[in-house]
């Protein structure tokens, strides 16, 4: 290993002892950013992650909240605040979550859900909302050093947690940032250290897995060998996102296996947008009130003050409401300040009623509400169709978040369960048993993602997975039902013959789940087993685009046996061999193609290779090379995403690019994107 990476130092001429293989999980919450270090020891097991703490915390400018595993993500620029306004006072700070919005010049659907962010693009340039990301996280960067320096560790993976609502734009400036400030901060003349892959996965995903995968005794007894599904909904303070998984428990292992059932969902809203409106509110009415005589400066001054001494007061007051009327009781706030030419000190109060306090609540979470909803209708759905299929399966229900500890969204998603009729299914992250919910749990559960060590051969071998043919006929708009069982685990169908129409379209979709018994040897379609497809499926890689004629297509699959460089990153290869004869005309033509597969650690499934890391010879990643129609990112990869390290593009003779198979192309055009029928998509969750 070279002498310059990091965390490793020369003292006396020595080389330091080898390092322990880390990966760096990253939140960027509203008020704070929080920073998780999952690392393997010496038999590359697994260990108890360890937070990264703050050593001078301070307090946070959000709520005074003085926390030593958080970083406070309230930014500063050239070394004083960006004002939101020009009266407000200079030591008014950002949040690093707003900066992204700013230097990725969001717009659109972002814009209308956070007013805040609307205020902000008008006083803050991309140059300085950049500058101040870099700082701060160098800052949190140079203490993750720090830990790394005293437990021997070197960080492989920074998996950083995005909300699923994020376009893909947004993700990519962000994965930049991060990218950017670990080339700042270790790339020096004393510590030069070869750049951990970036990645990115959804927050929902994140503390999915965490607490999927973290064993809860509570969680023991509702999931069932057979899949369950799970809908993990995380109501933050500034944003929500959901996923939902398929789960079921391993009986020798007693751990979880859990898939993504469909493309995350987010949106914007929540306790962050409340309380800005109650505090805009209450200091309107204050400044009303006051003397005529306050100068615009004066007032400017005092309306910094008013708000953050009204969000302290409003927000204690809020965390300790049990019940909705109590959360929605008048609230009387009082503001002592001096008057003009040192007069003795006047108090004057303003009452913010139940009402209004109703209204502000319900505008700061309705997009939050509609999407429980539809998450719970999409569980309905899944249980309904998977019943069909794979027997019974029950709905459970995890939500986390601070938004959804408020008593009127508790009391909604309550009244939302039983109408849906999933009463007793309902479990709050923070009420479970075995599992220590905490500000750090999304992080936590990024970095072990980024820790991950599934592979292709684990994965068809598990379920065993089941691999099927799907046709879409001529001229129709849907995908069959139904479609043929070609594969179980890691044996195929010897020869798999169909009759195809012209028009017709073939692709490959994929069960974690077995389907429809094992593999035969039949001489033709009507004996391969047929199975409906239902949402346990997902589409893995087209097959043959809209034949031109009426042909017999004669399809081979196997699994070959890669090499060193692809069994270490745990992938296989799938030899594809089509044999096609025209009926009318009697001509035949044969084609080939091995298509890649890997693991995706986001994901936790087996997806085709449309991109990959070339390493040097240190065994380090020197550049990523992304493809047009690269499909990486955050978990479900249902959005393209900008992928780790420099990108840049090779000659096939640096790299071999995996052919898809296409065994009729029309006017020598190819696919430019992974098809995926929506029904299904995989997930996060092997447990290490």
């Known amino acids: 290993m070279p002498s310059g990476t990091f965390g490793s130092s020369q003292e006396n001429g020595e080389q330091d002892s080898p390092k322990l293989d880390a990966y ?7 008020v704070a950013t929080r920073a998780v270090l999952s690392w393997r020891d010496e038999e590359d097991k697994l260990q108890e992650p360890i937070i ?29 605040s960006v004002l939101l306004h020009p009266d407000l006072p200079a030591d008014t700070l950002i949040s690093g979550k707003y900066l992204i919005y700013i230097l990725g010049k969001a717009e659109g659907k972002l814009r209308d859900e956070f007013p805040l962010f609307a205020e902000l693009r008008c006083r803050v340039t991309p140059g300085n909302a950049e500058l101040a990301l870099h700082q701060h996280f160098q800052g949190l960067i140079a203490r993750v050093e720090e830990v790394c320096k005293a437990k021997r560790l070197i960080i492989r993976t920074v998996t ?6 994020w376009p893909t734009e947004l993700v990519g400036v962000y994965e930049t940032v991060v990218r950017e400030s670990f080339d700042a901060q270790y790339n020096t003349v004393d510590n030069q250290m070869p750049n951990p892959r970036v990645q990115s996965c959804f927050e929902s995903q994140a503390i999915g897995r965490c607490i999927l995968a973290g064993g809860s005794k509570d969680l023991h007894n509702e999931i069932k060998y057979s899949p369950d599904i799970v809908a993990m909904i995380d109501c933050g303070g500034h944003s929500a996102s959901s996923s939902i998984f398929a789960a079921s428990r391993d009986q020798g292992k007693g751990l979880y296996s859990f898939f993504d059932m469909q493309s995350s969902e987010g949106v914007g809203g929540g306790c962050e947008q409340f309380l800005r409106d109650s505090s805009l509110w209450c200091t309107s009415e204050l400044l009303e009130s006051m003397e005529d005589s306050e100068s615009v400066v004066e007032k400017g001054r005092l309306a910094g003050d008013i708000r953050s001494k009204f969000d302290r007061v409003f927000l204690s007051r809020i965390k300790k409401c049990a019940t909705d009327d109590e959360f929605f009781r008048d609230f009387r ?10 007069s003795p000190s006047k108090t004057v109060n303003v009452e913010l009623a139940g009402s209004s306090l109703r209204e502000f609540w319900e505008i700061a979470v309705k997009e939050v509400k509609t999407m429980a909803q539809q998450q719970f209708q999409a569980v309905k759905d899944h249980i309904s169709d998977l019943a069909k299929h794979l027997g019974s399966a029950k709905p459970l229900i995890i939500v986390s978040g601070g938004t959804a500890r408020t008593p009127p969204l508790r009391s909604f998603l309550e009244e939302q369960c039983k109408g849906y009729g999933f009463e007793g299914r309902l479990f709050f992250a923070e009420d479970l048993d075995s599992v220590t919910v905490t500000t750090t749990t999304i992080a936590r559960g990024a970095s072990e993602i980024g820790a991950s060590r599934g592979t292709v051969p684990e994965f068809i071998e598990a379920g065993p997975a089941s691999i099927a043919v799907q046709v879409r006929q001529a001229g129709a708009q849907d995908w069959d039902s139904s479609a043929r069982v070609v594969g179980k685990g890691k044996d195929f169908v010897k020869d798999i013959v169909l009759d195809v129409e012209k028009g017709d379209e073939l692709k490959l979709i994929c069960s974690p789940f077995a389907q429809g018994g094992g593999p035969s040897q039949p001489a033709g379609q009507g004996k391969l087993p047929v199975v409906s497809v239902h949402r346990g499926f997902y589409d893995l890689i087209p097959l043959l685009p809209p034949s031109p004629f009426k042909q017999k297509v004669h399809i081979q699959l196997e699994w070959l046996e890669p090499d060193l460089a692809r069994v270490t990153e745990g992938m296989l290869q799938m030899r594809i061999s089509f044999h096609t004869r025209r009926q009318k005309k009697g001509r035949s033509e044969t084609q080939q193609a091995e298509p890649a597969f890997f693991f995706d650690r986001t994901c936790n499934c087996m997806l085709p290779v449309l991109r990959e890391d070339v390493y040097g010879e240190d065994g380090y990643v020197k550049y990523t090379v992304v493809y047009e129609d690269d499909q990486a990112g955050p978990a479900n990869r249902q959005k393209k995403r900008r ?3 420099v990108e840049k593009t090779v000659p096939t003779r640096e790299i071999t690019r995996p052919k898809k198979p296409q065994p009729l192309p029309q006017s020598g055009s190819q696919s430019k994107r992974l098809l995926r029928s929506g029904k299904a998509i995989p997930g996060p969750g092997l447990p290490n």
């Open 24 to 30: 760096l999980g990253i939140d960027l919450a509203s």
């Open 52 to 80: 990264v703490r703050n050593k001078n915390p301070g307090f946070n400018q959000s709520d005074k909240r003085e926390d030593q595993v958080e970083f406070p993500s309230d930014c500063s620029v050239d070394g004083k």
């Open 160 to 165: 950083i947690t995005v909300p699923a609502h």
């Open 333 to 342: 706030f009082s503001y002592q300040h001096e008057t003009n030419g040192g």
């Open 643 to 645: 992928t780790g390290g």
